[in-house]
DNA sequence: CCGAATCCTCCCCGATACTG
DNA sequence: CAGTATCGGGGAGGATTCGG
């Protein structure tokens, strides 16, 4: 059968990528925190009081942030037991997320790297720049040595 | 045209996105350096004597990265000034990678954050099998009410 | 009004082949 | 050894719609 070799295929890479996975299980846990959401979410919730926010306090301290985003993430971190999701069924509903102990604990590491971010925004924009000039000097001087040969 | 609807809506998106990288430039950096292999390339390089390391001393380290995420991620940590590159013009060619000191300021907190990621993996691990566990257990017991409700 | 689910598009990333 | 160019799939994520 066709389906029999696709089947044997599926398999094979499911085996590597099990492999690859037990092989570096901390690349997996890395790439969820090192997340972009991730990062800004469960720095928001570590300088709350109470390490407490509503959902929409999120959303609307986190400035670009999708609805869908804000959910998707916070289910995963709920999921991973980095927050914990409080439903008070009142009327209109209330949804609370507060970093766990062990959330909170990555908080600060995560609010450092966050922190970083801020001073040193205009120290790696000013390379940034430079560096930009640089490789545009060295194509216009490419350019020109083509014209010349030319 | 119907194309010229679709460019207009490219610009305006455009123009939203330029409004809002304005307003919060530091999202911008945050997801830089949020990266998952931004991650484990500074904290390699952190690690190594001298923080400095070969191209595929990179790649054999860090494991399932492919050369040109390696190349892609080199490229722009050199252009924010984080990695200096260094060619050494021999035969066979050889590349070094190095962190300059503001990427060894950065390397410290990133290897903050591997380090938990490791240290914390089981724990993560088993509040993800439980929240799994409990979200199957109320999935059939929905079903089983949907059962009995039939 | 707040929070979640759906659709659809674009971009990221991996695999492959080739240059210096 | 150290990259660069190209293609195709899959998943991220934004706009929209639905539920309570």
Redo the contacts with the bound molecule.
Sequence with gaps: MATRTAEAHREEARAAYDAFLKECPTAQLLARIS???VGLIVSALGQAEDRTM???EL?RKIP??????L?QT?RSLERDGLVARTVTPT?????DYRLTELGSNLGCLLSSVKQWAENHFDEVSAHRERHDAEAAGADAGAAAGADAAA
Tied chains: 1, 2.
Excluded: A, C, N
């Design positions: 997340d972009k959401w509503r959902y929409s959303g670009g942030v999708s609805q869908k985003m959910t916070l009327v209109p509903l209330r949804v």
